[in-house]
Structure formats: structure tokens, C-alpha cells
């Protein structure tokens, strides 16, 4: 519209009697006026979609020292990460440059101390333990949801713990015991990115040391709370001469996030120990004492066994399995534990749970299980894994398997197709293992 009106001022300008010199001071000084009218509006219509800048100042609860770096994520609706900064050190400023919308701020710090953070960045992936054995770092976490429009915006976000403090102090262990593990399950094998517990049914492997006091302790460690209504603990001792035994104890409670809990086990009944750590920062510890060694399961016999006769029954738990198939070859089981894993990376995912026998189905295996396990079986199953709190099978979700080296995957339905995996999928994961009839 200004270009018009300006030739329209040209062509007056050319039938005026104003001088040369006077009619082009005339014309710049026009233009200069439209352009300038013209950024004023473009400027006016476009400062709606203008970034904002959220400042954050990020906090612990009962102000204990946060451990840096210290990430920050912005979620969309979808989960969609819209902007995000790590903060190396105290001091730095904080700041999420966002378009007006709603939006989930997350904060996660402590993490160098054995976590893995997803590589792809969204709400529902997972951080994960790198090791069994938990973390040597407290990993803090704090989310707030937010506004951003067209105003100055600032958040506050308190930090708190994500994990429980595990604390173990053994009394009265023999002498001539070795070796000390002590292992506790269920327990969460990961959190979400936006703060969501999920792989249930993990367990948690630690280490004893024989303190200068004749008490078998392990050293602090950091793990995901329990994830059933009660916690097992297994206890296996190593002699000197390489004989096992292991011992099992039912807590009824678990492990809870930002709280202590601290174990005391007494082998032969006598005056129980380290029931009274206190560790700074954390809510009201959950203190456990229990005796042992009463009842000893002699060998590496789980104390997940659910049959004790010679029979072993189709759908049973046995020997940290689920009985799958029994015939003149063996015994075929599938694992108790359930994990996430995209098909690109089942390589690495098989390299570190892949020990002791236990391997992803092959095609023959994949179709036994989808036969063994339909319908009235399956929900039969799944009370069971559930009543031992154990992660159910989903019937809704697809499992991987190996087809002649090709990663493929079927379901738990009688209409399940057995179809090569896609690779923007997560699907799940169950392991097998044979033990031979020899055994």
C-alpha cells in the first residue's frame, strides 16, 4: 500500500513546478518515513511469537548442597524437549529461552555417580542404573509446571532426592564365610525424565566388606525405590572352600525415595546393629532389623522357588524362572525381569543382561511362549508375577526375539504376528534360558 501511495507521490511530483534538488530531498525523506512506519508494524505484529527468556533458580530441599552439573529441561505437552542447559557450577546463571505455551521444567543433578541419561531427549525416556550394584551418587530431581507468555517469568524449583540411601551392617557371620552379597528386590530400574518410576522387578546386587569390627557392611549406595508392596532380601554367603549357601528374609515394606534405609541382619540371633544411621538432608530413615541363618537354603538355590516337590509345573516360578516347557531336553524359563529396548540398541541391551544362560528367544522359542502363554494362562500368570511382585506380562505390548540374526517381535495374543521390529519402536523384553535334565 505505501509503494502505491509513493509512485502516486512520484508522478505529482513530476507535474509540479518544485525544483529537482527540493523534489528528491522531498522523496527520501517520504521514504525513510514509510520504511520506518512499515518495520513499526511488522515489528507489532510479530512480538506475540517473540521468545521469553524463563529465569530459574534452582534449590534443594533443607538446602543441602546440590551436586553439579545440574541438568534443566523444558517439556512440552507432548513431551517434546524445547529447550534445555546444563549449569556446571553454582553461580551460573539459569535461563530457558521458550515460546508462549505450557510446559513441564525438570532439573536432575547428582548424576555422575553411575546413572545413564537417554540419549534421546523426551518426557517418557529413562534414565537408568549403570550398574546393579546402584550408584555411589544421590541422584536429586525436581519438576514444576509453567506458563510462559508474553510477560517476564521466573520459577523456583526445589530439588529432592530420587533414590533411597541403602545402609547394611551383618552381624555374627561365620568365620569362615569369604564372601558377602546381599541382594534386595523388587526395585525400580529407572525413572522417566519426567520424574515417572518404571522397570519394576529389578534387583539390586551389593557387596559386603568385613569391617575392622567383625561386622560384614557395605558402603553407602544409591538405587530407585522398591517397587512392591514388600522386599526380599537375599543373603549369600561364600565359604573359604567355595560352598553357597543363601538365606532369604521378607520385609514387609520397601525402600522409599529421599529416605535412609538402613538394614541390620544378625546371623545368630544376638544383639542387632546400625540401626540408628542418620544421613543429612534425608526425611526420616526406615530402619530394618531382622535375624537370618535359621533356615539356610544350602547351594545357589533361589528363594524364588515356588516348588519344592520333584514336579515342576508349566507356569510355575523355579529357579529365578518362569517355567515355559519341560521335556527330555530340559526345562526352558523365561525371565522374571521385563525391560525397554529399541531394536538398535539390543546389542548393547544383550551385552550386559545377557550372562548366565540367559539369551532373547529365538524364533521356536518366541512362538512357544505365545502358545504357552493366551488367555485364562496368561492372566493366570500374570496374578502370579503380580502376587510376587514381579512386572506382569502386557498383552498389549510386543517382545523381541531372533530370527536367524534379524530382530523381530510378537506379542501374547492368539492373533499376534510374528513381524520384523520397526526402529522407532520400544519394545519390551523377556529372556529365556534352558537348564538341561541333567542338571
Given at each position: 500500500?505505501?509503494?502505491?501511495?509513493?509512485?502516486?507521490?512520484?508522478?505529482?511530483?513530476?507535474?509540479?513546478?518544485?525544483?529537482?534538488?527540493?523534489?528528491?530531498?522531498?522523496?527520501?525523506?517520504?521514504?525513510?518515513?514509510?520504511?520506518?512506519?512499515?518495520?513499526?508494524?511488522?515489528?507489532?505484529?510479530?512480538?506475540?511469537?517473540?521468545?521469553?527468556?524463563?529465569?530459574?533458580?534452582?534449590?534443594?530441599?533443607?538446602?543441602?548442597?546440590?551436586?553439579?552439573?545440574?541438568?534443566?529441561?523444558?517439556?512440552?505437552?507432548?513431551?517434546?524437549?524445547?529447550?534445555?542447559?546444563?549449569?556446571?557450577?553454582?553461580?551460573?546463571?539459569?535461563?530457558?529461552?521458550?515460546?508462549?505455551?505450557?510446559?513441564?521444567?525438570?532439573?536432575?543433578?547428582?548424576?555422575?555417580?553411575?546413572?545413564?541419561?537417554?540419549?534421546?531427549?523426551?518426557?517418557?525416556?529413562?534414565?537408568?542404573?549403570?550398574?546393579?550394584?546402584?550408584?555411589?551418587?544421590?541422584?536429586?530431581?525436581?519438576?514444576?509446571?509453567?506458563?510462559v507468555d508474553n510477560k517476564p517469568i521466573s520459577l523456583n524449583i526445589t530439588l529432592s532426592y530420587a533414590v533411597s540411601s541403602i545402609s547394611i551392617a551383618l552381624n555374627g557371620i561365620p568365620n569362615d564365610v569369604s564372601g558377602v552379597q546381599f541382594?534386595?528386590?523388587?526395585?525400580?530400574?529407572?525413572?522417566?525424565?519426567?520424574?515417572?518410576?518404571?522397570?519394576?522387578?529389578?534387583?539390586?546386587?551389593?557387596?559386603?566388606?568385613?569391617?575392622?569390627?567383625?561386622?560384614?557392611?557395605?558402603?553407602?549406595?544409591?538405587?530407585?525405590?522398591?517397587?512392591?508392596?514388600?522386599?526380599?532380601?537375599?543373603?549369600?554367603?561364600?565359604?573359604?572352600?567355595?560352598?553357597?549357601?543363601?538365606?532369604?528374609?521378607?520385609?514387609?515394606?520397601?525402600?522409599?525415595?529421599?529416605?535412609?534405609?538402613?538394614?541390620?541382619?544378625?546371623?545368630?540371633?544376638?544383639?542387632?546393629?546400625?540401626?540408628?544411621?542418620?544421613?543429612?538432608?534425608?526425611?526420616?530413615?526406615?530402619?530394618?532389623?531382622?535375624?537370618?541363618?535359621?533356615?539356610?537354603?544350602?547351594?545357589?538355590?533361589?528363594?524364588?522357588?515356588?516348588?519344592?516337590?520333584?514336579?515342576?509345573?508349566?507356569?510355575?516360578?523355579?529357579?529365578?524362572?518362569?517355567?515355559?516347557?519341560?521335556?527330555?531336553?530340559?526345562?526352558?524359563?523365561?525371565?522374571?525381569?521385563?525391560?525397554?529396548?529399541?531394536?538398535?540398541?539390543?546389542?548393547?541391551?544383550?551385552?550386559?543382561?545377557?550372562?548366565?544362560?540367559?539369551?532373547l528367544p529365538n524364533e521356536t522359542q518366541a512362538r512357544t511362549l505365545n502358545a504357552t502363554f493366551q488367555n485364562e494362562a496368561l492372566d493366570t500368570l500374570n496374578e502370579l508375577l503380580e502376587a510376587e511382585a514381579y512386572t506382569p506380562i502386557n498383552?498389549?505390548?510386543?517382545?523381541?526375539?531372533?530370527?536367524?540374526?534379524?530382530?523381530?517381535?510378537?506379542?501374547?495374543?492368539?492373533?499376534?504376528?510374528?513381524?520384523?521390529?520397526?526402529?522407532?519402536?520400544?519394545?519390551?523384553?523377556?529372556?529365556?534360558?534352558?537348564?538341561?535334565?541333567?542338571?
Amino acid at each position: 500500500m505505501e509503494i502505491m501511495n509513493l509512485k502516486k507521490l512520484l508522478s505529482t511530483l513530476k507535474n509540479s513546478n518544485m525544483s529537482k534538488k527540493g523534489a528528491q530531498t522531498f522523496i527520501i525523506v517520504s521514504f525513510l518515513c514509510l520504511l520506518v512506519s512499515s518495520c513499526q508494524k511488522i515489528s507489532e505484529e510479530t512480538i506475540g511469537q517473540e521468545s521469553q527468556i524463563l529465569k530459574v533458580k534452582a534449590r534443594s530441599a533443607e538446602n543441602i548442597q546440590i551436586e553439579y552439573p545440574l541438568y534443566l529441561y523444558a517439556f512440552d505437552k507432548e513431551g517434546t524437549c524445547s529447550a534445555s542447559q546444563t549449569v556446571q557450577q553454582a553461580g551460573d546463571t539459569i535461563g530457558l529461552k521458550l515460546t508462549s505455551g505450557e510446559y513441564r521444567i525438570v532439573a536432575i543433578a547428582g548424576v555422575k555417580g553411575g546413572y545413564v541419561l537417554p540419549q534421546k531427549v523426551h518426557a517418557l525416556e529413562e534414565i537408568v542404573l549403570q550398574s546393579t550394584q546402584g550408584a555411589t551418587t544421590p541422584m536429586m530431581m525436581g519438576k514444576a509446571d509453567v506458563k510462559v507468555d508474553n510477560k517476564p517469568i521466573s520459577l523456583n524449583i526445589t530439588l529432592s532426592y530420587a533414590v533411597s540411601s541403602i545402609s547394611i551392617a551383618l552381624n555374627g557371620i561365620p568365620n569362615d564365610v569369604s564372601g558377602v552379597q546381599f541382594t534386595l528386590s523388587p526395585m525400580y530400574g529407572s525413572v522417566t525424565m519426567n520424574g515417572e518410576y518404571g522397570q519394576e522387578a529389578k534387583k539390586i546386587e551389593i557387596p559386603c566388606q568385613m569391617a575392622t569390627d567383625s561386622i560384614w557392611r557395605a558402603n553407602t549406595i544409591y538405587t530407585f525405590p522398591g517397587s512392591g508392596n514388600e522386599t526380599v532380601f537375599s543373603i549369600l554367603l561364600t565359604s573359604k572352600d567355595g560352598k553357597q549357601a543363601t538365606y532369604a528374609y521378607t520385609y514387609k515394606g520397601k525402600p522409599e525415595a529421599n529416605h535412609p534405609f538402613n538394614i541390620s541382619g544378625n546371623y545368630s540371633g544376638g544383639v542387632m546393629v546400625g540401626s540408628d544411621f542418620i544421613i543429612d538432608g534425608w526425611d526420616t530413615s526406615i530402619d530394618v532389623e531382622f535375624d537370618f541363618g535359621t533356615s539356610p537354603t544350602q547351594g545357589n538355590t533361589s528363594d524364588n522357588n515356588s516348588n519344592t516337590d520333584e514336579t515342576i509345573e508349566v507356569g510355575s516360578i523355579w529357579n529365578n524362572g518362569i517355567v515355559v516347557e519341560t521335556n527330555e531336553e530340559g526345562i526352558l524359563l523365561m525371565s522374571l525381569e521385563e525391560w525397554g529396548c529399541y531394536a538398535g540398541d539390543l546389542a548393547e541391551f544383550l551385552e550386559e543382561y545377557s550372562t548366565n544362560g540367559w539369551l532373547l528367544p529365538n524364533e521356536t522359542q518366541a512362538r512357544t511362549l505365545n502358545a504357552t502363554f493366551q488367555n485364562e494362562a496368561l492372566d493366570t500368570l500374570n496374578e502370579l508375577l503380580e502376587a510376587e511382585a514381579y512386572t506382569p506380562i502386557n498383552i498389549d505390548k510386543r517382545y523381541l526375539y531372533d530370527q536367524d540374526g534379524e530382530v523381530y517381535a510378537f506379542g501374547f495374543k492368539s492373533s499376534s504376528k510374528f513381524q520384523e521390529a520397526g526402529t522407532q519402536t520400544k519394545y519390551r523384553v523377556r529372556l529365556v534360558k534352558i537348564i538341561s535334565s541333567n542338571n
